[in-house]
């Protein structure tokens, strides 16, 4: 897209930013940012180095962390068991119960990491140069610290909320969403309307060099995996026969290559680009501001890379193959795998009728679907996505924010058919090269977005939950109890923490 130039017009003038709402100012005055912020860096430095790879994900020991960090604070959480060693948590502070819970989601496990080649140890949480590395620094430690941060925040102050918060992590988000699965089971006892998850991000240098583009994920594609399996007679591999099954699935597979995939732009794609042409200005801001011009003029750019093409189109990607064993044995049986991503709207239904459609002329061929999600979304005319919004760009004269939807799936895909509005957005703001390292090599955060972060998500969490005529705080809790002298921690609260952090 850095290439849709056009003749850079003065046409356009960029959108006023809209004020911060004058009770959200009145609360986060009288928060020692800096001192946030440091303790921010240090929780994340210590959840870092608590060893959650998955698999086998072992994040019984992050909600221990989690836990642990939360009972400084007299905060109680709760464990949900999925397996041995698997744990998700939830904690909540309670509101007047006006409106219903928010939920601060986040999810407790990380991808595995190729450590050789890291400059750091990944599960280390080292600090250099301003930033702090390890798995999970971005997807999704950091944004797990802040939420607890933001939690622990608003409990400290006694801030009157006019709804519960809840603080869910979750275990297994990359391998098979067990975690959120089984949350959702529970969900009389959660109850959340609107939840802050993963997502979007903010990017610098996006689109255009010194915009920053920070996208708020609204929905997210669905699902459909499915393998084509060919059949035909075993044999020998001396001897050819007719309708063999490797040679069916080449011709299947060549068939289902011809597929050309349709362009179909959602309305909130559109308004992020509209949003972005708007603060752009120009005469490239004007073409990203309507639909006409858009569909004529910026389509072909869209279609043109595999990113931006996955966001408007029905995408089928070939993934794999299996079922040859030996050089001399014709198999019976052999299978192309497929991940398919769908826009709303189209149905998993649908996209196995286009294969079945692509591949009518060949014999022997038949389909087994192994994932069909629909994809869901969440309205952009919500108060949370208008505070999220408003907390990526302020004081950010040159960012701009807008919805998105998302080519892969988060555990907010389970939450939305129980009606709650879900929006994925972590508030840093990263270069590519750094958001780059997610599930790549050396990720890493710094130490400055953990502080801007912390301090963004809560202005938005309390522009939606705090009553705006409300000005004083709570009634102080009562004094902690005394410490029983002879209380051990149980063995199964000190697992997996680092050495260097045990008690
Ligand atoms: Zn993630």
Same mark, same amino acid.
């Given at each position: 897209m850095t290439t849709v130039l056009f003749l850079a017009l003065a046409l356009a003038k960029p959108p006023e930013p809209q004020p911060t709402p004058e009770y959200v100012e009145h609360w986060r005055s009288q928060v020692d940012w800096k001192a946030l912020g440091d303790e921010s860096v240090d929780v994340l430095a210590e959840y870092l180095a608590v060893d959650t790879v998955n698999p086998p994900g072992n994040e019984a020991r992050g909600a221990a962390f989690l836990a642990r960090e939360l009972a400084k604070d007299r905060i109680e959480s709760k464990r949900y068991v999925l397996s041995e060693g698997r744990e998700s948590l939830v904690a909540r502070i309670p509101g007047s119960g006006d409106q219903p819970p928010l939920c601060l989601l986040s999810h407790i496990d990380v991808v595995p990491a +190729? +450590? +050789? !080649?890291? =400059?750091? =140890?990944?599960?280390? &949480?080292a600090r250099v140069d301003g930033y702090l590395y390890g798995r999970g620094a971005l997807d999704m430690k950091g944004m797990g610290a802040l939420e607890l941060q933001v939690l622990r925040q608003l409990h400290r102050q006694r801030v009157p909320l006019n709804r519960d918060i809840v603080l869910v992590a979750v275990a297994d988000e990359e391998v098979d969403n067990l975690g959120m699965k089984q949350i959702v089971e529970h969900w009389d006892e959660i109850g959340c309307s609107h939840m802050v998850n993963e997502g979007g991000l903010g990017i610098r =240098?996006?689109?255009? =060099? &010194?915009q920053a583009v920070h996208a708020i994920s609204t929905a997210e594609k669905g699902v459909f995996w499915v393998d084509m399996i060919a059949e035909g007679p075993a044999g020998h591999g001396s001897t050819e026969d007719e309708g063999e099954a490797p040679g069916r699935l080449l011709e299947a597979m060549q068939a289902v290559a011809t597929r050309k995939a349709k362009p179909r732009i959602e309305p909130d794609m559109y308004t992020l680009l509209a949003n972005i042409g708007a603060h752009k200005g120009g005469f490239t801001g004007w073409v990203l501001r309507h639909r006409w011009t858009v569909n004529l003029l910026a389509k072909g750019q869209l279609m043109g890379n595999s990113a931006t093409r996955a966001t408007i189109t029905d995408t089928l990607h070939l993934t794999g193959m299996s079922g040859a064993n030996s050089h001399n044995v014709v198999p019976s049986e052999v299978r192309a795998r497929y991940d398919s991503r769908l826009l709303p709207g189209t149905t998993g239904d649908e996209m196995l009728a286009e294969l079945e459609h692509l591949t009518r002329k060949v014999d022997g061929i038949s389909f087994e679907v192994f994932h069909d999600q629909l994809s869901n979304g969440s309205p952009v005319d919500d108060p949370l996505f208008a505070a999220l919004s408003r907390y990526a760009v302020e &004081? !950010?004269?040159y960012a701009v924010a807008g919805p998105v939807l998302s080519v892969g799936f988060t555990d907010s895909i389970f939450a939305r058919p129980l009606g709650v509005h879900a929006y994925g957005y972590v508030p840093f703001e990263v270069s590519e090269e750094d958001a780059n390292t997610m599930h790549g090599h050396n990720e890493r955060v710094s130490e400055e977005n953990v502080h801007e972060g912390v301090r963004r998500l809560y202005s938005a969490v309390v522009e939606v939950s705090v009553n705006p005529e409300a000005r004083e705080p709570l009634p102080p809790l009562p004094p902690p109890p005394a410490p029983e002298p002879d209380k051990e921690p149980r063995p199964e609260d000190l697992e997996g923490l680092p050495e260097q952090f045990a008690p």
């Open positions: +190729e +450590e +050789e !080649r890291w =400059d750091q =140890d990944p599960l280390s &949480g =240098d996006a689109l255009f =060099d &010194g &004081g !950010r004269p």
